[in-house]
């Protein structure tokens, strides 16, 4: 099973701000990353698959990249409505793996 | 549009059965990859199950033996099947689309509680 990790576990930030999130596999995944925005109460969001390919309806301030074990996704300008958690997801085999997740908070 | 509603949660003794259900519209269950993640309180995310659009079906470690995912075609409903239930299986579960053919998950249902306590 591959393991997910992810850092940091919280960040802080203000509105306006750029924010960047890690995102690290135990073995290679080639480009099989998925991120995932979950708010409290709710059903995770897709964000990106393929480390990069944006989903449907997801705001070009967002942007996935990386490739292998090392991923990243930014946020340009942060704003009210992206304070969530954040979780990376494989989806290179089975079974899937999510890291732990990032909580982006209000500063 | 689509919509995934799941029921079936509820609170039951260690050692208990229960059967989760996830009814979908705008998309056929036997054309998708449908699947079943869980989040227990506080906690990630965990992918428990999957049913292939050939009808195969994947476990995770943790609950292999002990769940059954299952579908309905003609009610257009997937299934999971949870027996000899443990206080860790104590999650929201949530019914979740695989876009594509793949382990990416673009369609959600609301989620149910599942508690098992004493």
């Known amino acids: 099973e591959i393991v997910m990790t992810q850092s940091p576990a919280t960040l802080s930030a203000s509105p306006g701000e750029r924010a960047t999130l890690s995102c690290r596999a135990s073995?290679?995944?080639?480009?099989?990353l998925a991120w995932y925005q979950q708010k409290p109460g709710q059903a995770p969001r897709l964000l990106f698959y393929?480390?990069?390919t944006r989903a449907t309806g997801i705001p070009a301030r967002f942007s996935g990249s990386g490739s292998g074990t090392e991923f990243t996704l930014t946020i340009s300008s942060l704003q009210s409505a992206d304070f969530a958690v954040y979780y990376c997801?494989?989806?290179?085999?089975?079974?899937?793996?999510f890291g732990p997740g990032t909580k982006v908070e209000i500063k | 549009e689509v919509k995934l509603v799941d029921s079936g949660g509820g609170l039951v003794q260690p050692g208990g059965s229960l059967r989760l259900s996830c009814a979908a519209s705008?998309?056929?269950?036997?054309?998708?990859?449908m699947s079943w993640v869980r989040q227990a309180p506080g906690k990630g995310l965990e992918c428990v199950s999957i049913?292939?659009?050939?009808?195969?079906?994947s476990y995770a470690d943790s609950v292999r033996g002990r769940f059954t995912i299952s579908r309905d075609n003609s009610k257009n409903t997937v299934y999971l099947q949870m027996n000899s239930l443990r206080a860790e299986d104590t999650a929201v579960y949530f019914c979740?689309?695989?876009?594509?053919?793949?382990?990416?998950?673009?369609?959600w249902g609301q989620g149910t509680l599942v508690t098992v306590s004493s």
């Open positions: 705008g998309l056929t269950v036997s054309s998708n990859y």
């Open positions: 997801q494989h989806h290179s085999n089975w079974p899937p793996t």
């Open positions: 393929g480390a990069s």
């Open positions: 049913i292939y659009t050939g009808g195969s079906t």
């Open positions: 073995q290679s995944v080639s480009s099989n």
């Open positions: 979740a689309r695989g876009l594509g053919s793949d382990w990416v998950f673009d369609y």
